[in-house]
T-cell receptor, first 114, second 115 residues
């Protein structure tokens, strides 16, 4: 069975600093994709970054990068130069090959302080 | 370019009633998925519709049903509401590519409260 674990309930970071959000996953399928979504108080889930299980390089999207360690089954999100607007809930999610569904972790709350 | 739109934004029902939630996918998308997000939890997959058929279903009872229309919009119906059905219901759309990198675009959700 596939599972996503996010153990940090909440984190605080100063504006302009970098922050790492942890995510570990469990799957027996060699083909899978990992996603990070941001959910502000408005409720909409906003796609941030994607990493495929066969991708050789870590994914990057602007200020977001994914530290993908396949052997450790971790997919940590790194946000560089935090901004006040980054304050939100962050969810790690996985899709197995051949499946339509995303399996989400419980999420973690990031607060960026001025 | 309109994103995923859901209606209504908020809904209050009583136990035993039935509810219908609506979703219009992002322009150009043909696949709609529904997720339930309980307070303090991550979203859980309910089901996905493509070509007006349910393609995959999560671990939800038959009280949860859906429909997709020829214009790709979708409805989620929940019968015999329980207090535990109170949650944020998220609709997500995508362009079906049958690959792990198929990116979902989400709406802002419908907040359902069952009293």
């Amino acid at each position: 069975a596939q599972k996503i674990t996010q153990t940090q309930p909440g984190m605080f970071v100063q504006e302009k600093e970098a922050v790492t959000l942890d995510c570990t996953y469990d799957t027996s399928d060699p083909s899978y994709g990992l996603f990070w979504y941001k959910q502000p108080s408005s409720g909409e889930m906003i796609f941030l970054i994607y990493q495929g299980s066969y991708d050789q390089q870590n994914a990057t999207e602007g200020r977001y990068s994914l530290n993908f360690q396949k052997a450790r089954k971790s997919a940590n999100l790194v946000i560089s130069a935090s901004q006040l607007g980054d304050s939100a809930m962050y969810f790690c999610a996985m899709r197995q090959g051949g499946s339509e569904k995303l399996v989400f972790g419980k999420g973690m709350k990031l607060t960026v302080n001025p | 370019d309109a994103g995923v739109t859901q209606s209504p934004t908020h809904l209050i029902k009583t136990r035993g009633q039935q509810v219908t939630l609506r979703c219009s996918p992002k322009s150009g998308h043909d696949t709609v998925s529904w997720y339930q997000q309980a307070l303090g939890q991550g979203p859980q997959f309910i089901f996905q519709y493509y070509e007006e058929e349910e393609r995959q279903r999560g671990n939800f009872p038959d009280r949860f049903s859906g429909h997709q229309f020829p214009n790709y919009s979708s409805e989620l119906n929940v019968n015999a509401l329980l207090l535990g059905d109170s949650a944020l219901y998220l609709c997500a759309s995508s362009l079906r590519g049958r690959s792990t990198n198929e990116k979902l675009f989400f709406g802002s959700g419908t907040q359902l409260s069952v009293l």
